[in-house]
């Protein structure tokens, strides 16, 4: 517009006092109202006409704007007549006029919100808006940040303003503000930090030196974290392995007993948890306790089949291993049907509570997942109670004596019959708590079991028969290998390596990690 | 349109009853064989197909069935067991006798059952896209070949809508489909500009449930400064563990966005979307289409399955078009002979729910429209593009180099 009309003015100066009288116009006018009012349709345009509307709006800084756009991030912006309106507060809209949104212009609305929110009350929002400006980056942000940082006190948004700010340095044209953007960078330990630098690498020949040293100093801080991650990784597979392998410690540790259904107790401890999330589903006060509420009932539901099946059948079967090992596979195809009939062959779904969900940030930045944090304390909880109950009840003390010498035990007054029973009543509860927990991390399926039961007796061999110790740092050890091993070999062939690796364990001590000695072994 | 041409062909058949009703009950049924696993991995996905071809069956016989012979489906169970779909293909053709399959859902089991149909010269119906590379006389392949799903997917990806992808991570079950639907999206990246450097390739087990050290590499690969996306080939249930997992991490599509060629309402009727909203999938059929043949559609199916608030989605719709062709074609053919029923599938074409018109051509495939969804918060798909045309389907990939001497069509 200011090009035409010079162009109209055959006058070079009074052309330039016009000029800058409209400039002063454009910036005393409503011009901004204009702007805002001109924008707005834009939100229930195309794809591209809605991400570019997003962006003026929130290069624009109207404070208008953020109820809008914030409303278009969450799919409440309705089309209305000759713009748009917010939907009213209440369950989510649906139908035609809800505006819909693609990738492009949630990037868009990160950016402008960012903007737009920087100096929210609601420290959340402030740090939303750090991190979308760490992705924006965009050097018209600085003096925007700068002012935000310096109102700033917590903390961890700082860090997070620090790490946008730096960034957005990166785009400056002046060089010095470039190397202190690099710098700035290079002082965190934030993946995010690393992929900014690198993405600047090929744009910045100049300053290619001082990037490579920035990449290198986070990756020396992020060395340690990575390392932590992937043993946190090991370690969660391990207390799967671990919950999977405690009760056939029991049942084939310590009786004997070579029970093929083992995976089938599994799979009925998650049927559990799903018929008790479903049956509380309708309570407002228990069902957030649901998940907690299955671990009796699946202890409960799978110790009772346990005892029944051990009294009905393995007793007559007692010593002789090859006719226990196909009965049990017989029962475990027979419970895997009974529950496709029942629940129907389709997977279940099971309800994670809040507190399992996402991520959790431990000192360092090292982040886990919940679930998977949850379940290995949950595995180390239940390892602690088997042991505790082994070693510090009177069952436990009944249970390893009739193991030992089942005929002295017996004159001694115990009733031999009812320990075995209690025993594998015992192991199978356990395996219905493993499936408590696997219920949160796997697919709730009739065929849920089948595709644990060979890890778990892998754990128990290589750990040593008989030996709780040695089920632990088994289950731990194939944990933290398969996953060490994942990255070179990939999922596939790293479950492969390790089976092979087992394998030649085995040939070279046949009793596994830690083998029991004495009489009791030998027998 | 269709609407009309359907209610008018039901007057017809209607009318054609009283007239046809001792041909009715002379005529032997036309068996229909389903050959769909209602057991084990692929169950998630499979259980709803085999319903379609139900729900079509009752709905042909209540307008009468085809030139007066009743339809009587025969369902047998493969249980997602590879070696087992071939031995229940044969059941169905030698015990049952069917006259025609509608089955499978992997290409794993597709091949499984091919030589099978081959030497008993048998009439099967796929219904899912899959990686291409085959041309049986006696399969139909009503889903998509990857020029028709795979490649405008990745090419919408590394497009201004699509975030301008140059990293890509390629995702799979461990058999034959995703592996050479990667081989080709490999050839075709390369011919893009991107090297094998900027390409991640990792496959998993079926029904693999732990996703955390796959999803935290996927976000150090994505870390290196170029914008990533990722392209999951990854079939059957193994899906639900697989999004759990990018929610938990916080993989936000905005950030790393992932397109999905197996993963459609069904899958995610299970799953929390909320933490998914923008993540993609590729098809050619979403629910949310708006059209009136899919409103038809998605009304018989909530009728038959009497629940209202089940989902439709791609696969079934490509059931349902198969389906109708194949009756056409009988219609046509005057008999369900499996010689003369090919030769006049050819050239069939039906108003598909997509809202575009199908027909089959030739090489035994169909044309398709393209469309790219993304994943809303009540587990709905939000069409963000699609072609203006059905598209024909190149079954034989140009990006496959031994295909160079191949005759297209």
Redo the contacts between chains.
């Keep these: 517009m200011p090009a035409s009309l010079a162009s109209g003015d055959p006058h070079g100066t009074s052309s330039l006092i016009r000029w800058f009288l409209l400039l002063l116009l454009l910036a005393a006018l409503p011009a901004r109202g204009q702007d805002f009012d001109s924008l707005v349709p834009g939100l229930a345009g195309g794809f591209t006409q809605q991400a570019e509307a997003v962006e003026r709006l929130g290069a624009l800084g109207d404070p208008r704007a953020l109820p809008l756009l914030r409303a278009l991030s969450e799919s409440r912006l309705l089309r209305a007549e000759g713009g748009v309106r917010v939907a009213p507060d209440g369950p989510a809209p649906s139908g035609p006029e809800v505006i819909r949104i693609n990738n492009r212009v949630r990037v868009a609305l990160r950016g402008a919100l960012g903007r737009l929110q920087l100096v929210s009350p609601d420290p959340a929002e402030r740090l939303a808006a750090a991190d979308g400006l760490l992705r924006a980056r965009s050097a018209e942000d600085i003096p925007l940040l700068e002012a935000a940082l310096a109102r700033e006190a917590v903390p961890r948004i700082r860090a997070h303003m620090e790490l946008a700010l730096g960034a957005a340095r990166l785009g400056s044209p002046d060089p010095a503000v470039r190397r202190a953007g690099i710098a700035a960078l290079g002082g965190t330990a934030s993946p995010e930090a690393r992929a900014v630098l690198l993405a600047a690498r090929g744009t910045d020949e100049a300053l290619s030196a001082d990037v490579n040293a920035a990449v290198a100093a986070i990756d020396r801080r992020l060395s340690l974290r990575r390392a932590a991650e992937t043993a946190f990784q090991g370690l969660s597979l391990g207390s799967v392995l671990l919950l999977a392998a405690l009760g056939l410690a029991v049942t084939f540790g310590v009786m004997g007993v070579i029970n093929m259904a083992h995976g089938e107790f599994v799979m009925i401890g998650a049927y559990t948890t799903v018929v008790v999330q479903e049956a509380l589903r309708a309570s407002p006060t228990l069902a957030p306790w649901s998940l907690p509420l299955a671990i009796p009932a699946a202890f409960l539901v799978t110790a009772a089949i346990g005892a029944a099946m051990e009294r009905g059948l393995i007793r007559h079967l007692y010593g002789r291993p090859l006719e226990t090992l196909l009965l049990t596979f017989g029962v475990g195809m027979v419970l895997q049907q009974v529950v496709r009939l029942v629940f129907g062959a389709q997977n279940r779904e099971v309800i994670s509570p809040p507190w399992m969900q996402g991520t959790l940030t431990l000192p360092f930045d090292i982040t886990v997942t919940q679930n998977r944090a949850w379940i290995i304390l949950f595995a180390l909880a239940v390892l602690a109670a088997t042991f505790a109950a082994i070693r510090l009840t009177r069952f436990g003390l009944e249970m390893r004596a009739v193991v030992q010498n089942r005929r002295i035990a017996a004159t001694m007054g115990i009733r031999t019959g009812r320990v075995d029973a209690l025993t594998f009543a015992f192991g199978s509860g356990i395996a219905g708590l493993a499936g408590v927990a696997l219920s949160q991390i796997d697919n709730v399926s009739p065929n849920l079991g089948t595709s644990y039961i060979i890890d778990s007796f892998m754990v128990v061999v290589f750990g040593g028969v008989g030996s709780l110790l040695g089920t632990l740092i088994g289950a731990f050890t194939l944990g933290v290998v398969n996953k060490l091993l994942e990255p070179w070999a990939g999922a596939v062939l790293a479950k492969v390596a390790v089976l092979v690796g087992i394998m030649l364990f085995i040939q070279r001590r046949p009793k596994g990690l830690f083998a029991l000695k004495g009489r009791a072994a030998e027998s | 349109m269709n609407l009309r041409i359907s209610r008018r062909a039901a007057l017809l058949g209607l009318g054609a009853l009283p007239l046809s009703a001792p041909a009715y009950a002379q005529g032997a049924p036309i068996k229909v064989g389903v050959l769909h696993s209602?057991?084990?991995?692929m169950?998630?996905s499979e259980?709803a197909l085999r319903d379609t071809v139900l729900m079509m069956v009752e709905s042909q016989n209540s307008q009468g069935g085809i030139g007066g012979r009743r339809l009587e489906a025969v369902v047998v169970d493969p249980a997602s067991n590879w070696p087992l779909f071939a031995e229940k293909a044969r059941e169905l053709l030698q015990v049952h006798r069917v006259d025609v399959s509608f089955g499978c859902w992997t290409s794993v089991s597709r091949k499984s059952v091919l030589p099978v149909y081959e030497e008993l010269n048998g009439l099967l119906f796929y219904p899912v896209q899959y990686e291409g590379e085959e041309e049986s006389r006696n399969i139909f392949y009503t889903g998509a070949a990857p020029n028709q799903q795979a490649i405008p997917a990745v090419e919408y990806l590394m497009g201004?809508?699509?975030?301008e992808a140059k990293r890509i991570v390629l995702l799979g079950t461990?058999y034959v489909y995703p592996r050479t639907t990667n081989r080709i999206l490999r050839g075709f990246l390369n011919s893009k500009g991107i090297t094998n450097a900027d390409i991640m390739e990792?496959?998993?087990?079926f029904?693999?449930?732990?996703w955390?050290?796959?999803v935290?590499?996927v976000?150090?690969f994505?870390?290196?400064?170029?914008k990533t996306a990722i392209v999951s080939t990854i079939n059957g249930?193994a899906n639900?563990?697989f999004y759990?997992?990018l929610?938990?991490?916080?993989i936000k599509?905005?950030?790393i966005?992932c397109v999905a060629f197996s993963v459609g309402e069904e899958e995610l009727a299970?799953i929390?979307t909320r933490p998914l909203v923008?993540h993609?999938a590729a098809w050619n059929y979403f629910m949310s289409v708006d059209s009136p043949a899919n409103r038809d559609f998605v009304q018989l199916w909530r009728n038959y399955i009497k629940n209202p608030r089940r989902v439709t989605n791609d696969p079934m719709e490509a059931t349902l078009i198969g389906f109708k062709m194949w009756a056409q074609a009988v219609a046509t053919a005057g008999t369900t002979s499996v010689d003369a029923v090919r030769t006049a599938m050819i050239g069939q074409k039906v108003a598909a729910p997509s809202g575009y018109e199908s027909e089959m051509k030739a090489n035994h495939h169909l044309t398709k429209p393209v469309m790219i969804g993304?994943i809303?918060?009540?587990g709905q798909f939000?069409i963000?593009s699609k072609t203006p045309t059905a598209i024909a389907a190149e079954n034989w990939s140009p990006f496959i180099p031994e295909n160079a001497n191949r005759r297209r069509g």
């Design positions: 209602l057991s084990g991995t169950a998630i259980t201004p809508d699509g975030g461990d990792e496959y998993t087990p029904g693999h449930s732990d955390q050290g796959i935290a590499r976000k150090r994505a870390g290196e400064g170029k249930d639900v563990p759990r997992e929610g938990n991490q916080g599509a905005e950030d966005p299970g929390d923008g993609l993304e809303q918060a009540d939000s963000v």
